[in-house]
């Protein structure tokens, strides 16, 4: 399925379906019990009024594009958070002792680390090279989950924690865009 295929299916599909699906993907098998009902609410709230983007409710946590200096802890406490447990950095350090901004934490007793983070001016703000970073953290320690971008709408950048199977299932299913390039095919085809 391409951009245009989801985007034309989504538009043909009706809420219920769409949840149906969701619940096929396997999805809300690694979202808490405590948190569906909010998110069926929300994801049917955004399908309803613009269900191409009905997707971006799906993630536990967005990334707000910001310009400026950032701090990371922040936001790799926040990626804790939505991992249940399942990813609890310690030792969390941000800048070296010349301010070089690096990033450097303990997990499972292992040191992961970069030491220069390579800046992009098209991906500043994303926190790419940290969240591959985190990852590598996680495949390293044999964890099943991931954190996985979804295609971001404009200066937010959504997360969710799952095996990447599971996102595959959905992008299969047609719950998902099938690539990253979606939102770009939105704003040429005037579908913002």
Known sequence: MNNEEFLKAIKAMSFDDYWEK?????WLDWIPKSEVLEMKTKVGEEFNERPQYA????SRYIIVHDSGPEEMTPY????S???????NPTNIIENDEQGKQILKFE?????YSIDNIPFD??????????VR?????????????????LPYCDEEFPYIFLPPRTYKKAQDLGVMPPNDEYFTYLMENDET
């Open 107 to 111: 997990f499972n007793h292992k040191v």
């Open 121 to 130: 001016e098209n991906e500043h703000g994303t926190h790419k090279w940290e």
């Open 133 to 149: 970073l985190i990852n590598h953290a996680l495949e390293d320690n044999k964890i099943e989950c991931r954190f996985i971008q």
């Open 76 to 79: 790799i406490e926040d990626l």
């Open 81 to 87: 958070r939505i991992s249940n447990g399942q990813f």
């Open 55 to 58: 997707y971006t409710f799906l």
């Open 22 to 26: 969701v619940v096929a993907s396997g």
